[in-house]
């Protein structure tokens, strides 16, 4: 019978990708707790339940969104291991919405995976769906240990819907990773169910092989799940190579195993291996007495797997009832948060608008008022220039009539010069005549030169004086 190990899931990823935005002593607290908590799923899963408790309270007090995600992951992982999958079911949903409100994908990957394995023995179909979107996101992270166990756990679905070439093909790949990851925990499960692939197709020595590989990689780091569902695996080879005395060792170490780990289904299946084993010994009388054990536990187990897979069933289908409400109501708050958005940006860009407008209103209302205060003093400073030009005009017209005044008295002035001087020069012409024919003496000439020399001296004279004081020139003077 094979046993997927929901770890798969938790080697996957370095546990600093979730917390690492978180560096302070209790954060760090929590993810020690979680890890440790992971460690004892294969060992003791009541263990796993109280540390990923522990660690649960403390990301609460701190509100550390994915330290609590990976408490409730874990909190799942325990009831797993503990056969409590209705319980396990509700852990996962609750650590999915947180991972999602974190925005934390490898988390969500991680849950996918573990969710997958609720559903690898009661619909296929379902686990292979969630196990596609584990891995789709997985391979979009780089995440190589969980495409690693996401292979693992799809081949447990091939092996359980008895497609082996498949489950084989899906196993190599998961343990070549495994490998190349220096993984050996998880290992441990991918050669089991290799080995448990083997002994369907009825290859006892290659089964063989791979499960005692598989117990010793299991005792080596203590995986007391892992050691006895190897060993139940194992002791269906030995039944079938009929090697009875391995077979009854095999089953009292995985009887063991089994108590430590207190899980019924490994006690049930040892029982059923017990009974199988002597009924091939022909110890009839105690394959009855194992039989009749099988049949009681068989009644109360059906009803409770029955119950179980009923719950989980209604569990899931009220889940993603609540999923679509949950995205109705993400959308519809997306839509007004948009809608919000897009009314405060066209509200910003209107007062950005009439911002605008005011202030160009305000300018052109000052550059108007600076064009007027412009023109007032354009037009006063014309008003100045017309004065001024006004004036000058009668300023210029003034001086024009005085010049013209002063024009005719100095025509006037120029003809009493010409008469005044024209005299005394006839009279010295005139004696230089009467010189010339000898018709005057020479003393009446010196005596009457010097007269005409006196008399233009004398005009000379007052010509000056009238240069100097133009107000004694009159028409009247002129005339005398």
Not at 125 to 149: M, P, V
Not at 262 to 283: A, F
Not at 349 to 366: E, G, H, P, Q
Not at 381 to 390: D, H, P, S, V
Request: hydrophobic share 35%; with cysteine.
């Amino acid at each position: 019978m094979n046993f997927s190990f929901q770890t798969s899931i938790f080697f996957f990823l370095n546990l600093s990708i979730a917390f690492a935005e978180i560096p302070d002593k209790d954060s760090t607290t929590v993810i020690r707790l979680n890890k440790a908590a992971y460690e004892f799923r294969l060992i003791d899963p009541s263990k796993t339940l109280k540390y990923s408790g522990e660690a649960l309270q403390l990301a609460k007090n701190l509100n550390y969104i994915n330290g609590i995600a990976e408490g409730f992951r874990i909190q799942g992982i325990g009831r797993y291991y503990q056969n409590r999958s209705d319980q396990a079911i509700e852990s996962y949903l609750i650590s999915l919405s947180y991972y999602k409100r974190a925005k934390n994908l490898a988390g969500q990957a991680k849950i996918y995976n573990n969710i997958g394995n609720l559903y690898k023995d009661i619909d296929y179909d379902k686990g292979l769906n969630y196990f596609g979107k584990a891995l789709h996101i997985a391979e979009a992270l780089g995440l190589k240990d969980l495409i690693a166990g996401v292979y693992l756990n799809t081949g447990n679905i091939y092996q359980n819907k008895k497609q082996y070439v498949q489950a084989l093909e899906n196993y190599n790949r998961s343990k070549q990773l495994f490998i190349a990851s220096n993984n050996p925990i998880i290992l441990t499960q991918c050669l089991q169910n290799i080995g448990g692939v083997y002994r369907s197709l009825n290859k006892l020595d290659q089964a063989e092989k791979y499960l005692k590989e598989a117990i010793g990689l299991a005792r080596k780091h203590h995986l007391n799940y892992a050691i006895s569902s190897a060993n139940l695996v194992l002791t269906s080879v030995y039944i079938s190579q009929k090697d009875f005395v391995k077979a009854q060792s095999t089953i009292l170490e995985g009887k063991k195993y089994s108590n430590l780990i207190n899980d019924y289904r490994l006690d049930y299946d040892y029982l059923y291996k017990s009974y199988q084993l002597e009924y091939k010994k022909q110890n009839y009388f105690d394959a009855l007495i194992y039989l009749q054990q099988i049949y009681t536990k068989d009644s109360s187990a059906f009803v409770n797997n029955e119950s179980v897979k009923i719950d989980l069933l209604q569990k899931q289908h009220k889940q993603l009832e609540q999923q679509r409400e949950n995205e109705l109501t993400i959308a519809e708050q997306k839509y007004s948060k948009t809608l919000f958005w897009a009314s405060s940006i066209v509200a910003g860009l209107s007062l950005v608008v009439i911002f605008l407008l005011i202030r160009n209103v305000n300018k052109s209302a000052k550059t108007n008022r600076q064009l007027t205060s412009l023109n007032l003093e354009v037009s006063a400073q014309k008003e100045n220039l017309n004065r001024i030009n006004t004036d000058l005009e009668n300023i210029i017209d003034e001086r024009t009539k005085d010049l013209k005044i002063k024009n005719n008295k100095l025509s006037e002035y120029s003809s009493h010069l010409s008469h005044q001087i024209r005299s005394p020069i006839s009279s010295l012409k005139g004696l230089m005549m009467l010189e010339k024919d000898k018709l005057i003496e020479h003393e009446e000439l010196i005596m009457q030169l010097e007269k005409c020399i006196e008399d233009i001296d004398a005009k000379i004279i007052n010509i000056n004086e009238m240069l100097n004081d133009p107000s004694r020139f009159t028409l009247k003077s002129s005339q005398e």
